[in-house]
């Protein structure tokens, strides 16, 4: 009896998913370019949607759960939708107005240290790793800092060393030298 019941309950669920999505509105993408758009109103407003859409990717890109494949996809729609930004900010600062990319955030690692990673074509941020597409195979070797060279010492700090010991002023303190000189001296 509570299978038909679970049965009508998920029947009903289902329906009335299908009846709020038929009520919404479909989603209308925008220009494909950034220059075709003159008014800064609705160069702003596509602007706004981008975002919208990069912070719904990256919420869903911190499940660690998700397949390696799936992270790296998102991880690229991600990078995608960010240069699509930087292409409306572009726009925006073209029609006059403000320039949104000074605020813009920077790429960090697991301890939050900022990280530059260049970009293979010379402009502006590279490729970013969000979530759970930092810990990737390949990618954290990214992040590890290159250990540091074992630095020579300079020729101050050699001479700085140097005191009597060095020249053998001091070889009479220990007591060693008077026993070995002893017999040889009678």
């Known amino acids: 009896m509570a299978q038909n019941e679970e049965k009508a309950q998920s029947m009903l669920n289902r329906f009335i998913t299908l009846k709020t999505e038929e009520k919404k509105k479909p989603k209308v993408r925008g220009p494909f370019l950034a220059s075709e758009c003159c008014d800064l109103a609705e160069v702003d407003k596509w602007r706004q949607q981008i975002m919208r859409e990069i912070g719904q990717k990256v919420t869903d890109i911190q499940n660690e759960g ?3 494949h799936h992270l790296r996809d998102l991880n690229d729609e991600i990078n995608k939708l960010i240069r699509k930004k930087g292409h409306w900010e572009r726009r925006i600062l073209e029609l006059g107005g403000p320039n949104y990319t000074h605020h813009s955030a920077k790429m960090t690692d697991f301890d939050d240290n900022i990280v530059d990673v260049p970009n293979p074509e010379g402009r502006g941020p590279g490729y970013c790793y969000f ?17 540091k060279p074992k630095k020579r010492p300079s020729r101050w700090e050699i001479f700085r ?18 026993k070995l000189q002893g017999p040889v001296e009678e």
């Not at 810990?135 to 954290?140: A, D, H, S, T, Y």
């Open 161 to 178: 060393r140097i005191d009597a010991s060095y020249y053998g002023y001091r070889d009479d303190e220990d007591g060693i030298l008077e």
């Open 131 to 147: 979530g759970a597409g930092k810990k990737l195979p390949g990618v954290c070797e990214l992040f590890e800092k290159p250990p």
């Open 66 to 68: 998700l397949g390696e």
